[in-house]
């Protein structure tokens, strides 16, 4: 019995000691496709998904406006060779994220794009291109306003959530999305790695062989 509780212990501590694994980071690159306007894209990286769709306001800073969904002919996400951006179909409207910025027709918007992915994340890093020194970008996480007018390129963070907007509202912003770099909240808690695995199977078979042994003893004692 002494044996038996000593390699159950045993094995408690080497499993315990072992390794884990956590998923690697997942980079979404956008540049390079150029595939041009769409309603909306659908993207899969190391078995993570999400969709892509482009959005407008016409006073995002100050909450007056509704959000509503930029679709139509030729209007939506734009896919550019440099990254994603939006385009809303209006005349003088560039084919990246940007603010209002007074254009001659009147009608000019803010602009970005909602990220929604198949399954909870947490966002790492965000890269942009067409950045400049009087860009910044807004952040919605889930529905809820984490900050506004930040100004870092590349973005470091660790945010949680499943829907990520990324929006421009100032008259000097005008951007791309060149990438996003996360890791799968679900993939990322801790597994055992093989070796742990192993482990436990040889000192299954060693319990199980100990207990075989004695109990041959006691019969051939009898």
Request: glycine share 12%; net charge negative.
């Amino acid at each position: 019995m002494k044996t038996m509780k000593s390699l159950t212990l045993g094995l408690l501590l080497l499993i315990g000691m072992a390794n884990m694994s956590t998923a690697a980071s997942i980079i979404y690159d956008f540049t390079g496709a150029n595939t041009g306007t769409h309603e909306s894209l659908n993207l899969t990286v190391d078995g993570v998904s999400v969709n892509v769709t482009a959005w407008a306001n016409l006073s995002a800073e100050d909450g007056s406006s509704p959000w509503f969904q930029v679709t139509g002919q030729n209007a939506g996400v734009y896919d550019g060779s440099t990254g994603l951006g939006v385009y809303t179909g209006t005349r003088n409207d560039r084919y990246s994220i940007d603010g209002q910025n007074g254009s001659p027709d009147g009608i000019d918007f803010d602009e970005g794009l909602l990220f929604t992915f198949s399954a909870p994340i947490n966002l790492e890093a965000i890269e942009f291109e067409q950045w400049g020194l009087g860009d910044d970008f807004n952040l919605t996480i889930d529905g809820v306003d984490i900050f506004q007018d930040n100004g870092n390129d590349p973005f470091v963070t660790s945010l949680p959530g499943e829907e990520f907007m990324i929006w421009g509202d100032g008259n000097s912003d005008q951007f791309r999305i060149e990438k996003l770099t996360f890791d799968n909240q679900l993939a990322s808690e801790p597994v055992p790695e093989p070796a742990t695995i192993a482990i436990l199977g040889i000192g299954l078979v060693g319990i199980i062989g100990g207990t075989a042994r004695r109990r041959l003893r006691k019969s051939k004692a009898a």
